[in-house]
């Protein structure tokens, strides 16, 4: 319901539906106005009038001539049939056709049921009556019938009741109607672009070929994507000739550099400078290396080879391949994980990925420092995590380290290019996990959350 609430559609088919029983309401207040309100209003003005008459006529006291007056009145049809009744001072009827009143006398209007009896059948009647008392004590009701009036009135009232409602269910069912089939449209509109922004190019919004709006927003979109991937390709192209174009001199540059340096003589100032030149000359085969695998990776063009993992051996691998180099800057490195432990994982790409962050820890953390890889299943899927308890990162740069190239302020004097985290982006993004840095108060917990229909266990396979 909350998902149908925050549709616009069903929204906007709800004030619709209200405007549209707004609507209704004015027109049946209306009719009541017309058919109810102003016609009781006539009667209560008659009624003044009639009473103001009799008592200005008959007021002096003369009974007998005020009784046949109110003879006269009930035999008229002139109107609403005419109800009266005349009593003494002392409460004794002179003349009546109301079968009953209030016994003490009531300043305003009233309403009296008035129901008579004809050939064994209850007739009904209402009757609207105005009290007087006269001055010489005597007590005067004079009334007009506004049984149909009222029963007029009901009718509106009960009919307002179930056009509102039945006005409203229609709303919210079309609105529900209206939300689906809007909503299916921009489901395949959703679809299609979560498709492109993984990485899959061909992905185009289907069309129907009714020419409505949708379709027209579809077209375009469908043109939009389809220069995005010609322009894509095209940029593909450039940059997979120039790598391959790339590489071939570089490795001829190591190779020349190299027989260079065995030539030049010993601590001679060509021998140091060929090899600081072949030393440049790897780290840049090395960072358009990463460059590919990063690019290949990002557009889904790097194949995943899924394989049943043991998490903790694979953890318990990456200590002791680092566990030399924590010793000798004085850190402690240690693994926090329990058997059994499994996923369906690229062991090269995560082995690569959890390298970066133990690596980028043990540089950062500082000698004397704590880092500890660990792994948990969570309601999320598999939690790969690396934490440190040294300087941590800086908010700002918190957003942009997975950038290619970034480098924060502090990291400056530490060696690297900046495209260790832009790698493990990479490689969480081909695995459809979530990077995630969190600070650990002191230190930076960097997790690699792998979504369940990866990390399932041993426990839930039944084997390992």
């Not at 389809?226 to 790339?246: G, Y």
């Not at 570089?250 to 065995?262: Q, S, V």
């Not at 100032?269 to 440049?280: M, N, Y």
């Not at 969190?438 to 690699?448: D, E, W």
Request: aromatic residues 4%; hydrophobic residues 45%; charged residues 25%.
């Amino acid at each position: 319901m909350r998902r149908l609430l925050r549709s616009f559609s069903f929204r906007l088919a709800l004030i619709y539906a209200g405007l549209f029983c707004l609507s209704v309401a004015l027109l049946v207040g209306t009719g009541y106005w017309l058919r109810v309100t102003v016609p009781m209003d006539e009667v209560r003005g008659r009624l003044e009038r009639e009473a103001e008459q009799l008592q200005t006529a008959y007021g002096r006291g003369d009974l007998p001539p005020l009784a046949a007056a109110l003879e006269r009145r009930a035999a008229r049809l002139d109107g609403p049939m005419a109800f009266h009744a005349l009593l003494t001072p002392e409460g004794r009827t002179v003349a009546a056709n109301l079968p009953s009143w209030p016994l003490q006398p009531r300043r305003d209007l009233l309403f009296i049921e008035a129901d008579a009896f004809a050939d064994g059948v209850e007739i009904d009647h209402t009757a609207l009556v105005r009290d007087i008392r006269l001055p010489n004590g005597a007590r005067l009701l004079v009334g007009r019938d506004v049984e149909e009036l009222i029963n007029e009135g009901e009718i509106l009232r009960t009919a307002a009741v179930w056009i509102l409602g039945v006005t409203l269910l229609l709303g919210l069912g079309g609105g529900w109607l209206m939300s689906r089939a809007i909503g299916r449209r921009i489901e395949a509109l959703t679809v299609t672009v979560r498709q492109v922004m993984e990485g899959d190019l061909t992905g185009r919004v289907h069309v129907r070929g009714t020419a409505d709006d949708f379709d027209r927003l579809g077209e375009t979109l469908n043109m939009m994507l389809h220069r995005i991937q010609t322009l894509f390709q095209a940029v593909q192209r450039v940059s997979d000739n120039a790598a391959h174009e790339l590489r071939t001199p570089l490795a001829r540059l190591i190779g020349r550099l190299e027989a260079l340096e065995h030539l030049a003589p010993d601590a001679s100032p060509a021998r140091l400078a060929a090899g600081d030149a072949i030393v440049e000359a790897n780290r840049l085969q090395q960072i358009l290396s990463a460059l590919m695998r990063i690019s290949r990776l990002e557009n889904g063009r790097h194949p995943l080879h899924l394989q049943r993992t043991d998490v903790v051996q694979l953890l318990e691998d990456l200590f002791e391949f680092y566990q030399p180099e924590a010793e000798r800057i004085g850190t402690n490195l240690i693994v926090s994980a329990r058997r059994p432990l499994v996923a369906d994982l690229d062991l090269d790409l995560v082995f690569q990925a959890l390298s970066n962050l133990l690596d980028n820890a043990l540089k950062h953390a500082g000698a004397g420092c704590r880092v500890e890889i660990s792994a948990m299943r969570e309601a999320g899927g598999l939690v790969l995590s690396v934490r440190d308890d040294g300087p941590g990162i800086a908010d700002e740069d918190a957003a942009r380290v997975t950038e290619q190239f970034y480098r924060a302020a502090k990291a400056s004097a530490v060696p690297g290019e900046g495209l260790g985290l832009s790698m493990v982006a990479a490689i969480a993004h081909a695995h459809g996990a979530t990077l995630e840095l969190v600070a650990a108060q002191p230190g930076l917990r960097v997790s690699l959350i792998i979504p369940e229909h990866h990390a399932t266990g041993a426990e839930q396979r039944g084997t390992i």
